[in-house]
């Protein structure tokens, strides 16, 4: 059974950056795709990136493109996101899941973390 953990949340004021760790035990990352997704208060679950597999292949939602660089280091079995010039819209609990079928897409994912939460303050 795959597990996912979620680490480097917290509170940064605007313009600041973090980096999301989403490391994984269970399974290694080849051949999966994975994603990270936010849900802030009232709103639907997200998608903002999506590293599709290890040949570097990525997706990137219009909102955080530019902004947020999505890497996978396969030795540590962990995927990063590396949020820069963050901004308070971007305030939300941000989860990483995985899918083994390769799909980038949250009906796709077959494990999820618990999720870390990012608030920006202005």
């Known amino acids: 059974q795959g597990q996912l953990v979620e680490s480097g949340g917290g509170l940064v004021q605007s313009g600041g950056s973090l980096r999301l760790s989403c490391t994984i035990s269970?399974?290694?990352?080849?051949?999966?795709?994975i994603a990270w997704f936010r849900q802030a208060p009232g709103k639907e679950r997200t998608e903002v990136s999506c590293?599709?597999?290890?040949?570097?292949?990525?997706y990137y939602a219009d909102s955080v493109k530019g902004r947020f660089p999505i890497s996978r280091d396969t030795a540590k079995n962990t995927v990063y996101l590396n949020m820069t010039n963050l901004k308070p819209e971007d305030t939300a609990v941000y989860y990483c899941?995985?899918?083994?079928?390769?799909?980038?897409?949250?009906?796709?994912?077959?494990?999820w973390g618990k999720g870390t939460q990012v608030t920006v303050s202005n």
């Open positions: 899941a995985a899918s083994k079928r390769g799909i980038c897409s949250r009906f796709g994912m077959d494990y």
């Open positions: 269970g399974f290694t990352l080849d051949g999966y795709a």
């Open positions: 590293s599709v597999n290890n040949d570097g292949s990525t």
